[in-house]
């Protein structure tokens, strides 16, 4: 009996924080407003049902391989490459929501007296981010 009440308290709660996880995720994606954004600037409204779906299977795929384990091999160059690119695209215009929302970089360039080169600095911190990941997947872990 007390297995039994032991495994439903785990569920329950294993439950409640998945759902605590989910929301605070579906919020974070909400408040930045990533999807309607990337429909305006791809100029596809009318897909947004298709980019919130693939948002919605893209977690649920996630959730499932993560529980159960799930190892992927991907042993031909050019498809990791394609993994690894639109991981990259997703991450870095989840960067770039977060920054537009915060207005982190026009207040940055304004106190330091940076508005001329606010371009510069963007491509600064772009090249920056690349330069840091290649050393990372080449050197640190190859």
Request: aromatic share 18%; no cysteine; net charge positive.
């Amino acid at each position: 009996m007390l297995m039994l009440l032991q495994a439903v308290l785990f569920s329950f709660l294993g439950f409640a924080g998945g759902i605590a996880v989910g929301g605070g995720v579906v919020a974070l994606f909400v408040v930045l407003d990533i999807i309607p954004r990337l429909a305006q600037l791809s100029r596809s409204y009318y897909k947004v049902h298709w980019y919130e779906g693939a948002m919605v299977n893209g977690a649920f795929f996630g959730t499932v391989a993560d529980f159960w384990n799930w190892k992927f091999y991907i042993t031909w160059k050019p498809v990791s490459g394609m993994v690894g690119l639109f991981n990259g695209i997703f991450i870095g215009m989840l960067a770039a929501a977060l920054t537009e929302v915060l207005n982190v970089l026009p207040i940055l360039a304004k106190r330091l007296h940076l508005q001329r080169y606010l371009f510069l600095l963007l491509l600064a911190m772009v090249f920056g981010k690349v330069a840091g990941s290649l050393f990372d997947w080449f050197v640190y872990h190859p």
